[in-house]
């Protein structure tokens, strides 16, 4: 199931195939729902783009189409931001010229991309951009700050308009960041997509391998938009290709796990959610918990609101 399939799989039977005039103009009334639909939800204009991305490259995988024209696929984990062989890009349906959706970037370029998209922002505009990165002990300016330097500047004051110290305060569009502190190494970013605040479960304290430091924290269910080589849980990146469930890595959403304590301060987080029940395999809930959690004083997880 997390196999990455090889571009020669990309394709479904020319049979089942849409001609492309006929899947460009199918995709884009799909859009343009989407687009109708996030005006009237008013959120911010970089989540909106990046739903309407996933839900492009998703159409047309849902009628077979894995790659373009040319043979590209339409949604990959790699790129980056000045690479003249192998550019980070994100790219939108456009029915005037029989264009398909396509993405190619890791997860904080394709939050710089999206702001680009949005508002034409640039890193290098921002007043003030130049901070300290904690990894390299520098000075510096980037054009595509990596999830760690994003926490920089967000910490720095710099281009974030606020950092959300609290759950229950975090907005749809926040950025959400992590990061084991002092290290580039497994940082990451995501854009919040909700918090699904009916989904809160107090943690165990009755159990064998209950954790003290633990009590009266709650855990809670977030959905995220990002760009990953990996899965969360309910994510869309995991697509039916030729009848088997395959992931393609790329631009997708899922959910990930956030635990706060009584503040709604964030305490740890997941990658994915426990499978097991919390109602009637607690026990086992906790055991997988235990076992995705990432506690905030190893890696620490912020949350920043765009201007």
């Known amino acids: 199931m997390q196999l990455v399939i090889s571009d020669s799989r990309y394709s479904a039977a020319p049979a089942s195939r849409p001609t492309w005039t006929r899947l460009i103009a199918t995709l884009a009334i799909g859009a343009g ?20 991305l996933v ?38 349906l456009n029915q005037a010229t029989n264009t398909l959706p396509a993405n190619n970037t ?7 991309h999206l702001l680009k998209v949005a508002y034409n922002w640039s890193w290098y505009s921002v007043a003030n951009l130049s901070f300290y990165d904690p990894v390299l002990k520098v000075t510096k300016t980037s054009s595509s700050p990596a999830p760690y330097q994003y926490i920089a500047l967000l910490k720095a004051g710099k281009g974030f308009a606020s950092q959300v110290t609290r759950l229950d305060q975090a907005l749809p569009g926040d ?24 989904s809160a479960k107090s943690y165990p304290t009755g159990l064998d391998a209950s954790n003290p430091a633990l009590a009266g924290t709650t855990y809670y269910a977030v959905r995220v938009l990002d760009s990953s080589s990996g899965v969360h849980t309910s994510d869309t990146r995991i697509v039916s290709v030729n009848g088997v469930d395959t992931q393609i890595p790329g631009v997708g959403l899922g959910t990930i796990g956030i635990l706060v ?10 990658w994915s959610l426990p499978s097991a029940s919390y109602t009637d395999e ?22 920043g609101r765009m201007p």
Request: hydrophobic residues 40%.
């Open 261 to 270: 304590n009584a503040q709604s301060q964030i305490v740890g987080t997941t």
């Open 33 to 52: 729902c989407l687009l109708g639909a996030a005006k009237l939800a008013a959120q911010p204009a970089h989540l909106t783009k990046g739903l309407q």
């Open 282 to 303: 607690q026990s086992d809930w906790l055991d997988q918990l235990h076992g995705k959690l990432k506690i905030q004083s190893v890696t620490e997880a912020v949350i």
């Open 175 to 198: 950025i959400l960041l992590w990061w084991n502190i002092g290290s580039d190494d497994k940082d990451h970013a995501m854009i919040i997509v909700s918090v699904d605040t009916a």
């Open 106 to 112: 890791k997860c904080a370029p394709l939050v710089t």
């Open 55 to 92: 839900d492009e490259i998703t159409a047309a995988q849902k009628v077979g189409v894995f790659t373009d024209s040319a043979g590209v696929p339409l949604n990959r984990y790699g790129g980056s931001w000045n690479s003249t062989t192998d550019a980070s890009y994100v790219r939108f």
